[in-house]
């Protein structure tokens, strides 16, 4: 069956900047495109019923997803208005998609995302990539010499998700994948003859995190032997690492581990982060 990339909207300049970098990106990928939206009858408005409230919305669905088809005429693009609440008709169409693209307000590079409830919501549940997209983002910013930009860590199997994300979407597009690895220096308690030995014999700690960090692009390397590859390893805190990379970044590419906790679905502090603070689109990509 083949996914679709799906796209929410509600009528705001973020929604409809992620509805255009949802069809441009399903063109790159040859995928069809889904536009939905979810709405609630509101009994305060007397003098419309339920289906004629359905009208108003659908024609203001409708005339969003125009300008997407005329720019892009070989498209498929399906509209569902569906009635509920909308954190949970957006997590139901994630699951059925290739990747989930919802808008984010922002206000600048020190402000960044205004992540709201529902987005945080979706993020934390679906098990689907959800891509957060800013108001005024524009084609412009997916033009040449822009990379994608990858958080990696632990071994090959912690982000053989995110990695695939990443390569996939540079593969697409044209563009580098730069890969990011941060590291910290561990707690004296943590150091043990063994950990010590084995550091040892890469060299220290900056050459045993550059080659976890090779060991793990490698299969994604041999995959996409088109896709060209810059290697990024600093010490620091994985956000700080991250967002000092993105300067220039088209797509920043993070993972959030899908398992719940005692307290519900987490995004994780590394995206949360990103997600707040990243000028360009990003990508959260559940992982075990």
């Not at 509101?42 to 088809?69: C, I, K, M, N, P």
């Not at 005329?70 to 509920?84: K, N």
């Not at 550059?210 to 088109?226: D, I, N, S, T, V």
Request: aromatic fraction near 4%; charged fraction near 20%; include cysteine.
């Amino acid at each position: 069956m083949t996914r679709p990339i799906t796209a929410g909207v509600d009528g705001t300049e973020a929604s409809l900047a992620a509805l255009g970098w949802a069809g441009r990106e399903a063109v790159r990928r040859g995928l069809p495109l889904r536009v939905v939206h979810a709405w609630r009858y509101a009994e305060s408005l007397a003098t419309a019923d339920r289906d004629t409230q359905h009208g108003w919305v659908s024609e203001g669905v409708a005339e969003a997803v125009r300008s997407v088809a005329e720019r892009h005429p070989e498209l498929a693009v399906s509209v569902d208005v569906l009635e509920g609440g909308a954190a949970v008709a957006l997590a139901d169409a994630a699951a059925a998609a290739e990747m989930l693209v919802l808008g984010s307000h922002g206000h600048g590079a020190m402000v960044g995302f205004l992540l709201g409830s529902v987005g945080q919501q979706v993020i934390a549940e679906t098990a689907r990539p959800v891509v957060l997209v800013r108001a005024g983002d524009r084609p412009a910013a997916e033009a040449g010499g822009r990379d994608v930009v990858v958080g990696q860590h632990g071994g090959p199997e912690d982000s053989a998700g995110v990695l695939r994300f990443a390569f996939e979407t540079a593969a697409a597009r044209g563009a580098t994948v730069r890969a990011v690895r941060a590291w910290t220096l561990p707690p004296v308690f943590a150091y043990s003859p063994g950990s010590l030995k084995l550091l040892d014999n890469v060299g220290g700690l900056e050459p045993f995190e550059k080659k976890a960090l090779a060991e793990a692009l490698q299969p994604w390397r041999e995959r996409f032997p088109g896709v060209p590859v810059a290697e990024h390893v600093e010490m620091g805190s994985a956000g700080q690492v991250l967002l000092a990379a993105a300067g220039r970044a088209q797509l920043m590419v993070v993972g959030r581990r899908s398992h719940r906790t005692a307290v519900g679905a987490r995004i994780g502090s590394v995206a949360h982060g990103v997600l707040h603070h990243a000028a360009c689109p990003v990508a959260v990509v559940p992982h075990e």
